[in-house]
């Protein structure tokens, strides 16, 4: 048979309609790129062109001014008081929806969707809105960051934890039932010891996040040390926000690490 | 007593989990059911604390008919019906005498539970029932420190401090080795006899079977094919119960290294 045809040597690795399927597709994405770029007026090379502007910037913040520390210490713990507060309070919150959200706690399939629905929502909303909403509603302070960041934060808490509960084992539960306890008996004796660690993990990891995003927060008027930096951008004072975003960075790194400590001994 | 009269169990998918069941199980007996796997034994005895719930006929349990039991009732059933499992199923991470106490659920208040406030009764029972299974000293240990035939032990403590009138034995030495195994069924055997508990206890092992069951009850296929006492059981009627001949993995074995 191989004799009347010429003896076929491949040319390539994949067959040609890949190769075209392949090179098409790349034409189109570079395309999107131009585009993109060019109705934004966005181009990488500005990195380097305008690379005078960022050292000018870099520059008005040094040195830090020192003598504004005394002006921080107030609003730095209104932020840490804000995440304590927002943190306790989901945690307590969020126990009854990490039961709703659970398919195996929540058996009734319209309540579970229903509320996986309910809990997807609150997630979709960014922080920062929530913030804005809040402000819009109650005024400008900390108890529209509070509120925005109890909501905020669970949404990240029943995610996680609902989805720690559908992996327990549920054997345990099986016999407490089948020794008579009821629904809360059953949930107390058999889930919560399995969840209970990670629970509080997870209330630490949401306490590191509070502390992050009630900074953003302030800089639409919801409390904390972000009004106060928002303000000195607004008086060009760029020195003082490099003495806040140092102290910043420097209480966010001590929080994270002790908090990063606390859950590996719990874990 | 416990009774089935015409019990069927069909599940959801079709599948036929019992077929017509006719049994009368006495106060007081040790009752052994066999089978291969598959043949019914679990959805049988998850009938009577209705961990599973049969679809056709009637389950007496002291008289009163069980399948239409829901919500309070169903938790009163549950009290006086203990179970042990297969893994144990104690909570691995509670201590041991949180994992018996917790036999004390049905007699107990949420609130009162939630708070761990025991009488002085329920907390003596707890403690002499972990002695009874020779692990009083462990009582404190987090349950998965123990090995496989303690926690089985601490199980049994458990279902002894619900005060149960029957226990049931999911295949409770199926994940146990032969001579733990034979120290868990003498345990059930004695509370058997000494509380005048009715156990019915699953089996594969037809060794074991027939060393501690008052009666044997066979099934094969969702059906019942052998009920009778054990000493007119012989290796024949094991076959017919099996339809096949007796392997060596039907025999658990090391009784004489027990004794």
Same mark, same amino acid.
């Given at each position: ?9 491949p040319t390539?690795l ?32 500005n990195?380097?062109?305008?690379a ?5 910037l ?14 921080v210490?107030?609003k730095?713990?209104e932020?840490?008081?804000?995440a ?9 919150v969020?126990i009854?929806?990490?039961l709703l959200?659970?398919?195996n ?5 319209v ?18 809105i929530l913030a ?5 509603l109650f005024?400008?302070?900390m ?7 109890i ?5 990240i ?46 209330s ?7 502390i992050?995003?009630s ?5 639409v ?6 009004q ?15 003495t ?5 960075f420097a209480?966010?790194?001590v ?13 | ?13 079709g ?8 049994i009368?199980?006495?106060?007081g ?10 043949a ?14 049969p ?5 007496l349990?002291?008289?009163e ?6 919500? @309070? /009732? ?5 009290? !006086?019906?203990? &179970?042990?499992?297969?893994?144990y $199923? #104690? ?6 005498l949180?994992n ?6 049905g007699?107990?208040?949420?609130? @009162? /539970? ?5 009488? !002085?009764?329920? &907390?003596?029972?707890a403690?002499? $029932? #972990? ?21 089985q032990r601490?199980?049994i403590?458990r ?11 999911d295949?409770p ?11 868990v069924m ?30 044997i ?8 094919v052998?009920?009778?006492p054990?000493?007119?059981v012989t290796?024949?009627t ?22």
């Open positions: 048979m191989t004799n009347n045809s010429r003896k076929f040597i390539s994949y067959p040609a309609k890949t190769k075209r399927i392949i090179t098409v597709s790349l034409i189109f994405v570079i395309g999107f790129y131009l585009v993109s770029s060019i109705t934004t007026e966005s181009f990488i090379i990195f380097i062109l305008k005078s502007n960022i050292t000018d870099i520059a008005r913040f040094f040195p830090p001014d020192w003598g504004y520390v005394s002006n210490w107030g730095l713990f932020t840490i008081h804000m304590i507060i927002a943190t306790t309070i989901a945690t307590l969020s009854p929806f990490t959200t659970a398919q706690i929540t058996t009734n399939k309540l579970y969707n229903f509320m996986r629905f309910l809990l997807n929502i609150i997630r979709t909303i960014p922080d920062i804005v909403v809040f402000v819009g005024g400008i302070g108890f529209s960051g509070i509120i925005a960041l909501i905020f934060s669970i949404g808490l029943v995610k996680l934890m609902s989805e720690i509960i559908e992996a327990i084992d549920m054997n345990p539960s099986e016999a407490i039932k089948a020794s008579g306890g009821n629904t809360i008996q059953t949930i107390w004796y058999a889930v919560v010891p399995q969840v209970l660690p990670q629970f509080i993990s997870f630490l990891y949401v306490f590191e996040i509070n992050r995003a900074v953003v927060l302030g800089l008027g919801a409390g904390g040390i972000g106060l930096i928002n303000k000195e951008i607004n008086f060009l004072n760029y020195p003082a926000v490099s806040i975003v140092l102290i910043i209480v966010v790194v929080i994270d690490y002790i908090s990063g400590k606390l859950r590996e001994g719990i874990l | 007593m416990i009774e089935f009269k015409n019990l069927s169990l069909t599940y959801p998918n599948t036929k989990g019992l077929k017509n069941i006719n009368k199980i006495n106060e007996e040790f009752v052994v059911i066999v089978g291969l796997s598959g019914g034994k679990s959805t049988f005895i998850r009938s009577i604390n209705r961990l599973v719930t679809t056709e006929g009637d389950l349990v002291d008289g008919n069980i399948l239409k039991h829901n919500g @309070k /009732s169903l938790r009163e059933l549950r009290k !006086k019906v203990g &179970m042990i499992f297969q893994n $199923n #104690l909570v691995k991470r509670s201590t041991v949180k018996v106490i917790s036999g004390r659920l007699y107990t208040g949420t609130l @009162k /539970s939630i708070l761990n406030m025991y009488s !002085k009764e329920d &907390m003596n029972m403690y002499e $029932n #972990l002695k009874r299974v020779n692990i009083e000293e462990k009582l404190y240990s987090r349950a998965d420190e123990l090995s496989g035939g303690q926690q601490v199980s403590a279902v002894l401090t619900q005060k149960p009138n029957v226990i049931l034995a295949e030495v199926a994940s146990l080795d032969p001579p733990t195994s034979h120290q003498t345990y059930l055997r004695q509370i058997n006899k000494e509380d005048k508990i009715t156990t019915i206890v699953n089996l594969h092992f037809i060794d074991m079977a027939m060393e501690y069951a008052d009666r009850i066979g099934m094969r296929a969702g059906e019942v052998y009920d009778g054990v000493s007119e290796e024949k094991f076959e017919e119960i099996y339809g096949r001949s007796i392997r060596e993995e039907d025999m658990r074995g090391g009784a004489a290294d027990d004794e």
